[in-house]
């Protein structure tokens, strides 16, 4: 595994110097200038483990000059450049520097030797929330972060080291989560352990945009959030009540209802606050402080916009956050709870409401959204019967998705186990399963080629999560034999859109069982001035 | 209607003046003194329609002075007798005052004439959430606030005087709802209006406290929030199949999938955050600060604690609230469409997770909850269609109650249609309905006899907006044809506290209809240290 030091930095910039007279005629003197920079003043100081940065393409047109910039940091050889530019011009020539301007800025961290880096989740989660990138390319030889436009300010404050510091640390802390789940998952992550037989699927356009148009979704205000109106409200009811039924009911799990606020502390005790803090929603309730809030009221009344600082000075901090992973408060209710072995397992299912994940800029779709419906299944039984029970779950949901969806899908190891982000830190050891996730993911053809990752959807993970919820919530056996927990999210606002992303809109198109329980297809509200098809 | 100035303030203040020595032998001193502070010293500078405060007792003991005051500002009146006191009995006797303290302090705000307070919904709720204070008492004769122990701070600080002043806001404010509820309201708010006969009923325990003991629910940290276990999810489970199926689908409503985290903007187009903000929960998202973040992890993982202020720090200004109506994100769903006559009623229901309301100290047991289940009703209509869907549901809710749940139930008119309460200070007309909110209620045996409204809890509200909505969301038919929005919540998370209340947790007792829905009951998870019976 590399170190932070051995992910080399590569950089291109393309910039711009914009003088105060024209520099056309000076095109000889300007290549001198150029050929200093480069040999005298873009090497000082640089370490000698570093790329030195080095102008490799320039062009003098009337008073502007472009620059091509390559190597280490050359954010700061432009400012070197302008600098330099700046005196030597301006004793020559009165000629001064009017504006310094960064077009285009790509950075690349690659380490020595090739790593698969795209398989590693962590990475594409984290780096997808970093601020003010236009885009991230992760391959096997390395990461790509690309700028438009960045500001002097921006450059001068250090914000582009900070940036690209950061970015070597995610790349670190992804390898030891990757290297991590290797150690405990005895399949290699990525492998597809079973997939159905290659189906005829009727439809290859992105269901959100036909959904839309069709009136069966409309956006709601806040990205990743959707109305879902009475036909796609009629398919996920039928899906939902499928895998009720022919998965957790047929299995024996008892329906609890669990709250989906949850209070804060309890995600501190999960280790979610160490592993995902920025991928949540916080929740405040009110002071009480009935003056502020008449003087709140008067001001929204008056201006009709809302005055936020007033807000925030009458809102406690956040107390709770809204629950992303549905099982959470299922181990709270056996916290410190001491239980016989005889009395297991324990196998509750909720599928009371949303739960919700802060997805930044990455929300899209009907696929990746922030709010969002769910099965949850979890249990508490002896490391042999939680297994066990993993493995019936996953028998009957292929029997649900092959018999009854219809689905074009596959099932494979997966390479990021959520629970274990908060872990990565950890030196106790716990005893860990085999093989903490599985995922059954389904083909979106709009996407791409099957043979591309990106083109699969995961619907649901199954996972056994060993002792690590057992320990931190101190749940005990009487003769201290030992306890896993398990859980298995359907993801069912996923398994919709996949549905639809395979067989469309038409439901003549659709598989019979399917097509059977969703006739007649109840209307869509009619506006004369939506929807648009 | 009175104004501000007709509600005359009442008070009596019980406290004591320590002083430096014995005063036993002071008595006729004393006795002069305190008449001289009647006298002179409390009456200086009161407004004439103001009443002047006496002290109407007191003994002195050892070194303390106990006193009673009674009439207008006794907790100003306090602070003059006791300079008094220093002054007087400093220069004749060098005894000092060493502390001053109030004991007990009764606020009373009457009417000239008797007023139904009590029946003011929006005054319970206000009064219910001011600071610091003991008890809250309303009746025709007024409001009576009381406090237990004061410090001198407050009193110097005003906060007494402001709490005073803000508590005759409240009482005008309730009272101009009242108004325009009785306005807009043809028949009397209050009114029973139907009522099911008395039912035999087999239980009078509070089914909060033996539901916890019996494993049937359990309680969840943080205020008015519980997990249901297998038991009461399926009683749960059992009510909204039937409510969903015997009322909404039975009348032609298309399910709907809505949103539960709300655009804050959403609410202040519907006017909410004038009218109840001090009632929501608040939702933050987090900034896009990665480095922050890391800190903060690093922070959490070595102190195991959650450093508030670096979260705060993190965090975005409440962008969202969570859902408190449920309805709300379809008056989103039709904002600014254009309909035909022809196209109505649009008919649409939710029942896709939970709405919150922030209750502070005022929530209680399952029947006062801040995170609830409920089964939500909208509609669009001419108004004819409008108030001729609400008829029908109120007809069809009345079966279910009574044929299937078996309830002791009752429909009254509304003193309080809740999304009033933001349109208290608009002027501008708009057409109203004659009824605006009517309640279904059930008979909680455990909170008292029949005849007091205390022992009955609201289940559903069955309500006709007018054009409140259709005007806030710009709504409009195509001829310019008058539309109405109204809506009904089935408030399921009480429904199962009412059936309870009334039926128990011994199913042999229960109704056949849902005897026989219930059984096979399912078994609670079983601990050696829960549930406790």
């Given amino acids: ?52 940065p080095k102008v490799t393409r320039w062009s003098a047109k009337r008073s502007r000059l472009e620059v091509v910039i390559e190597g280490g940091r050359a954010h700061v050889a432009i400012l070197r450049l302008k600098n330099f530019l700046a005196e030597e011009l301006g004793r020559k020539h009165r000629i001064g520097v009017r504006e310094v301007a960064v077009k285009e800025y790509t950075v690349r961290l690659a380490p020595k030797e090739k790593i698969p880096f795209e398989k590693i989740g962590y990475l594409r989660d984290q780096l997808a ?39 070597r640390n995610i790349i670190i802390k992804g390898m030891e989560i990757q290297t991590l789940a290797m150690k405990v998952t005895k399949i290699k992550p990525g492998t597809i352990l079973e997939r159905s037989k290659r189906k005829k699927l009727t439809f290859n356009e992105d269901p959100t945009e036909v959904g839309a148009k069709l009136g069966w979704i409309k956006e709601f205000p806040g990205k990743g959030q959707h109305i879902y109106t009475p036909p796609l409200s009629k398919l996920f009811r039928i899906m939902t009540n499928t895998l ?78 809204l629950d992303a992973t549905q099982c959470c408060p299922f181990y709270q209710f056996i916290e410190g709870e001491l239980v016989r072995k005889e009395d297991l397992p324990i196998k509750a299912f909720d599928y009371s409401g949303y739960t919700y994940r802060w997805e930044g800029g990455a929300a899209r779709g009907l696929e990746r959204i922030m709010e969002f419906q769910r099965i949850e299944l979890v249990w508490l039984g002896t490391p042999e019967q939680t297994e066990n029970i993993r493995k019936q779950i996953v028998d009957e ?16 190891v997966s390479d990021d186990p959520f629970y274990m982000k908060g872990r990565i830190a950890e030196e106790r050891e716990i005893k860990l399963p085999d093989l903490p996730t599985i995922l059954l993911e389904a083909y979106l053809p709009f996407r791409g ?79 004369l001035t939506w929807p648009s098809a």
């Fill in 1 to 52: 595994m590399p170190r932070k030091e051995d992910l080399t930095l590569h950089t291109r910039l393309k910039g711009t110097v914009t003088l105060s007279d024209n520099i056309e005629n000076l095109q000889d003197e300007i290549s001198q200038l150029i050929d200093t920079v480069n040999e005298k003043i873009l090497p000082k100081g640089i370490p000698a483990k570093e790329k030195v």
């Fill in 129 to 167: 929330i970093l601020p003010e990138i236009s885009d991230v390319n992760v391959t096997e030889q390395g990461v790509a972060l690309s700028y438009k436009e960045i500001s002097l300010p921006t450059i001068r404050k250090g914000t582009l080291d900070r940036v690209i510091a950061h970015c």
């Fill in 244 to 321: 009720v039924n022919e998965v957790a009911l047929k299995l024996g799990f008892q329906e609890f209802l669990l709250p989906k606020l949850v209070n804060i502390d309890i995600y501190r005790k999960m280790k979610y606050l160490e592993g995902i803090p920025e991928g949540l929603f916080y929740v405040c309730p009110p002071k009480r402080d009935p003056e502020l809030f008449e003087v709140f009221k008067r001001e929204v009344r008056l201006t009709h916009e809302i005055p936020a600082e007033r807000l925030r000075q009458g809102l406690e901090e956040p107390r709770y956050v």
């Fill in 397 to 412: 949901t292929k029997k649900v998705v092959e018999k009854i969806f219809d689905l074009e899908w596959r099932i494979t």
């Fill in 449 to 527: 080629p099957r043979k591309e990752d990106s083109s699969w959807l995961s619907l649901a993970s199954f996972n056994n999560h060993g002792e690590h919820f057992v320990e931190a919530f101190s749940v005990k056996e009487t003769k201290g034999r030992t306890l896993f927990t398990g859980c298995t999210g359907f993801g069912t606002s996923r398994f919709v859109a996949a549905f639809l992303a395979q067989y469309g809109f038409d439901v003549s198109n659709w598989p019979q069982k399917m097509r059977e329980k969703m006739l007649p297809v109840p209307e869509v509200p009619k506006f």
